[in-house]
Nanobody
Framework: QVQLVESGGGLVQAGGSLRLSCAAS????????VAWYRQAPGKEREFVAA????????YYDDSVKGRFTISRDNTKNTVYLQMNSLKPEDTAVYYC??????????????????WGQGTQVTVSS
């Protein structure tokens, strides 16, 4: 397993941008696929984006496609989520998740091996 720590959340006006970071400990981080999830008050945790271990493939939920970009720098053991054109409905706690299986990290959050503690993103209208 790897340990994950998110940062970069905050309060932003609609239309603004934020960049979230997910810093990982462990020498094997480059073997892990990583995803971002979010959970709004009263709602279930939902998939936002995922990236393969080498960063060659990215996947997005339709609600963020064209606005969010996931990337990674394995030399820094960090995955990023660049969020542009933010909307009030993007308000949530954002979590990063890592697993050696891309399928698991994208589709089966209950089985994911590592989670961060979350970072709050609030978008005001």
């Amino acid at each position: 397993q790897v340990q994950l720590v998110e940062s970069g959340g905050g309060l932003v006006q609609a239309g603004g941008s934020l960049r979230l970071s997910c810093a990982a400990s462990g020498r094997t981080f480059s073997r892990y696929a990583v995803a971002w999830y979010r959970q709004a008050p009263g709602k279930e945790r939902e998939f936002v984006a995922a990236i393969t271990w080498a960063g060659g493939n990215q996947y997005y939920d339709d609600s963020v496609k064209g606005r969010f970009t996931i990337s990674r720098d394995n030399t820094k053991n960090t995955v990023y989520l660049q969020m542009n054109s933010l909307k009030p409905e993007d308000t949530a706690v954002y979590y990063c998740a890592a697993d050696m299986s891309l399928v698991v990290v994208k589709t089966n959050p209950a089985s994911v091996s590592s989670w961060g503690q979350g970072t709050q993103v609030t978008v005001s209208s």
